[in-house]
């Protein structure tokens, strides 16, 4: 059990990994010596996604985000969107990032390495994972099938999700190898600061009250909220981000292959949303990287087609496989591999 949840963890001298069965979220990458999980742990009770129910749970709120919401932490998947469901497919209980993050994984362990799978039904997409620590590195491979027999654009997202005490308002630091980016369209939250829709380079974004944000710094705001797209360098065939804690003395970043997750998207939630269950006590940092840059609808996505004239979402063929693969690093600050910086 971790945190009220079934999980399964695999761990060596540095390192230990916790996995949720439902929902199949990385919930911990603990560095062992100091005792730090840069991942984010809501302050709110977790439950089982299976077991919310809407007229029981109102502290989760009444949306189709609150089956997630219920049961989310730290790095989520989001397949076979990224962002909500469009009316109908909420009516027909499709959650907010798609099932992947409520479904149960059926897990199997070994000494460093865990293997885990999921059906989607309403997606019919089967994903599997194999999870392996090595030293200060965590693998991750992950397969996403499609059963069906017609092809599928899908949303395809790692929701990694920073959060106290890793997260310091005015102290974390972050970096990654982004160029061209966007603020979102929509509203964020409650405490919306940069200029909707604006374009701009890497890591100066607009401000809606002038000047430019440096998103390479987290803020020392009483409220904030807000939503960046960036599309990752195209000169260079790896991607990342790494956020540095002084506190802590720890980098933590992920690194993956460019062409498999072109795009990543910056959350910044910091007491901005006052209904349940946030409350307006939540202090979070996404970096949430991708085939898709917003968080938004199926339709959407798919009528966006393009930014940057980079595609926005992926297409599995019908019947066929695709793999990914992408690791997380936690390290001393001060040892932090060069591919990373």
């Known amino acids: 059990m971790f945190r009220n949840r079934r999980a399964c963890s695999i761990e060596n001298g540095t390192l230990r990994v916790t996995v949720l069965e439902e929902g199949g979220h990385i919930a911990e990458i603990l560095d062992k010596p100091s ?86 039904p309403m997606a019919q997409l089967r994903v599997e994972r194999r999870i392996e620590v090595v030293h200060r590195t965590v693998h991750v491979r992950e397969t996403v099938e499609n059963v069906s027999g017609a092809d599928r654009p899908v949303g395809w997202t790692q929701h990694v999700t920073l959060g106290p005490p890793f997260l310091e308002k005015g102290t974390t630091e972050f970096r990654a190898s982004a160029s061209r980016s966007k603020v979102f369209e929509s509203t964020v939250g409650a405490n919306d600061y940069l200029e909707k829709g604006a374009e701009f380079d890497w890591p100066l974004a607009p401000r809606a009250s002038g000047g430019v944000a440096d998103l390479r710094a987290c803020g020392k705001a009483a409220k904030s909220s807000g939503y960046t797209a960036h599309l990752m360098d195209p000169a ?76 926005t979402y992926r297409w599995i063929p019908a019947r066929q496989r695709t793999t990914v693969e992408y690791r997380a690093v936690l390290y001393p600050a001060d040892a932090v591999p060069e591919t990373l910086t």
């Open 236 to 311: 260079h065939d790896e991607a990342f981000f790494v956020a540095f804690s002084p506190s802590a003395r720890l980098a933590f970043g992920y690194a993956w292959r460019r062409t498999d997750f072109p795009w990543m998207g910056i959350w910044e939630e910091n007491h901005s949303r006052p209904a349940a269950p946030w409350n307006g006590r939540t202090l979070t940092r996404g970096f949430e990287f991708g085939v898709s840059p917003m968080p938004e609808t199926r339709r959407q996505m798919i009528e966006r087609a393009r930014l940057f004239e980079v595609p």
């Open 35 to 120: 005792g730090v999980n840069p991942l984010w742990i809501p302050d709110w009770p977790s439950i089982e996604p299976s077991e919310y129910d809407a007229a029981t749970h109102t502290i989760y709120g009444n949306n189709a985000e609150s089956s997630l919401l219920a049961g989310i932490m730290g790095h989520n998947l989001c397949l076979d969107i990224f962002g909500g469901p469009s009316a109908e497919e909420a009516a027909a209980g499709m959650p907010v990032h798609g099932e992947a993050s409520v479904a149960r994984f059926e897990i199997d362990r070994s000494e460093t390495a865990l293997c885990m799978h999921a059906m989607l």
